[in-house]
Structure formats: structure tokens, C-alpha cells
């Protein structure tokens, strides 16, 4: 089958090892994941194996799916890869109507977007002054090719929004009528329990349908890390060793409906959901252990970054800031109804053994899970193993 690979990313390309993208002849399944032509070969890390599963565990609207290659190119193994599927408009991933490029129906012209926040200039941008003191770069993915009143609505709609979210009135839902609230709070709430400071920063994606009642909904997510360090504060609000522009969410967090849309969001997904990531990073990350290696000495990068030191690097991070996020959930300073910051404070963590046993009461997963032997158990009505 025809086939074209070239490099991909900005920052990412710099390095020895270079992440890139796939076009194939014809849409193809690849290892069960659905048919495509468009694909990349994503660096491995363990924040990605983390950061994808929870976006899936969060249900967000769509999440790209991965499988771990090792890659032969032009007869050079150049190691481990995550073959990942690529965010784009279509029926197997974001599955909105697709706007046609240069369209001038000004029906068909208010859905069918995919844009990213982005913090690099290139082709296909918008910029708008966010605030005083920096700007909104918008880039277009699809549609691609914009005629004068594609433009001008995107740069409208993007400076309306803007507008809304800025607003001196924290009481105000001007920016609901845009933008889908609890999209934005799970997109957020997974850039806290992730720890990543460019989730506001770059690779933000959006992306609006073309129905009535449409709104803008946050995603995919792309490019997430975790910054691995003991939290003190929101992500957003924290330095980190390069600059980085937080755009909308210390306005947004103000907004009563969207801590609101926060706190049931959160209520949903922890603890019992969000738990299953660290049984899923093992069965992910530890059986890679050979081919990181393998990935390591190609590279000539760190040997002691094992598997199983992966594996328990980020489920370490993401249990630390799953723990002070639940005690930190936002609470707008607008709100009229007294809110506590913290979610199931009194909440005792149970644990039985499978005969339904109950062997122990935690004050917390972490707390549990460093007192528990090795085995499989009931924790608050979940079937966990214990590794």
C-alpha cells in the first residue's frame, strides 16, 4: 500500500529521536483501531499511556486511542513508538458535520470547526488580543482553506467568546451560550490530576457541530504531560521551568456554573473510576520493558528508566494529585450557596477481601493501597488489584 511518513511537531522535532505522521493509500484498521488514512508515531512516554486512558475514563467526547510499536524505517530500527490516531474531523473520531473549505453558505459556515489554542505562529491562524497582556492564537484544522466569510465568523465568534469570558460580571452565563461548560470542566479537571501546564497553553483543542443548539466542546486531548512534583496549587497558576500562557481558565474558574459543573464532574469519576488507571498503566507500560530497553540503548538515553520505574512514577503523581485535588475542588468567590473545597472528607476508604470480608478502613486510596499485600481486593465497591 502507498504510504507517505514525514516529521511532525515544533518542539518535539528537535530532538534525536523525532516523533512522525502517516499518510496511508486507503483508510485502514490498525490493530483494532478504526480505519484511518492518517496516523502518528508519537515518542513513548508514560504520561501518554496515563494522559489518553484518562481522558477515555473521563468520558470525553472522543479520546485517541494508541498501541506500542517498535519501527523499522529505511532499514534503521529506530525503536519504541506509540502508533496514535490523529485528531481530525470524521465518523471513527471527532464526529461533528465537516465544514467544506472556502464555503460562503452563511448556513453551513457556524459548525464544522476544529481549532486549537496554540502557541506557535504557522499557517492557518487567527490572532485576537485576549487581554493586556497577551494575545489568542486560533489555528484552523478544518476547515483548512477559509474564504472571507469563514474568516471573518471565526474571528467574530472567537472575539465574542472572548468578550463573554472576560466579562466583569462573574454572575453572567453570556459565555454558556458558547461554550459547553461541562466539556470544559473535564478537559480541566484532567489537566489538574495530569499535572500539565500547557493544557491551557498549546494543543487546546476545540471543535463545534453544526446543529441547533451547538456549542463549542474542549478536545481531544493532545500532548499531555505530567510535571511529576507535589502540587500547592492549580496547574495553571504554578511555575515551571519555561513560560506558558494560561488562556480563559483563571477567568473561567470564577464562574459559579462552571465550578458547579466541576464538583459533578469530580463527584462521577473519583474515586472509583479514575482508580482503574494505575491496574491499566501496568498492563500497558510493564510489558514494554524490553523494548524500552531496547528503545535505550538505540537512543543512548537513561537504562535505568525501567518499566515498572515508569510505571510507578506517574501512578505515584496521579494519585497525589488526584488527593489534593479532592481537596481543592474550585469554589467560585461569586457564589451565593456556601461550598467546602473538599469532597468526601469524611468518606472512609473500605476494602474487602473477594469473600466480601471487610479487612480494613482507609482515610484514603493512597493510604490503602501502601497498607494492602499484594492481591486482588474490593475497594468502595471496585474489583482493584494491588500490585
Known sequence: MPMQIRGRGHSSWKGPKRPYKIKLGEKTAIMGMPKNKHWALLKPTENTVAGLQLGKLMNMSW???FRPVEVVLNGDYIGLYFLTETIRIGKNRVNIYEQQDKETNPELISGGWLVEVDNYHDECQITIPENNRWNLTLRYH???DLSDLQLQWLTNEFKAINTAIYSTDKNSTAWEEHIDVESMARFFILQEVMDNPDGFHGSFYLHKDLKDGAKWVAGPIWNLVCYNREKTD?????KVHYGFT???IGEIIQYDSFCQAVRNVWREVYPSKLSEIYDYIDDIVLPLEEAWKNDCERWNDDPTQTAQLRADRIKNALRRNMEWFNQHIPVSPYTSIPMTST?????????FNLQGILIGEFSNLSDAKSNLRHGV??????KMTIR
Open 234 to 238: 492549580y496547574t495553571f497558576k504554578m
Open 343 to 351: 469532597l468526601y472528607v469524611d468518606e472512609k476508604i473500605k476494602v
Open 377 to 382: 481486593y474490593i475497594i468502595n465497591g471496585e
Open 246 to 248: 494560561p488562556h480563559w
Open 63 to 65: 479520546t485517541p486511542s
Open 142 to 144: 478544518s476547515p483548512e
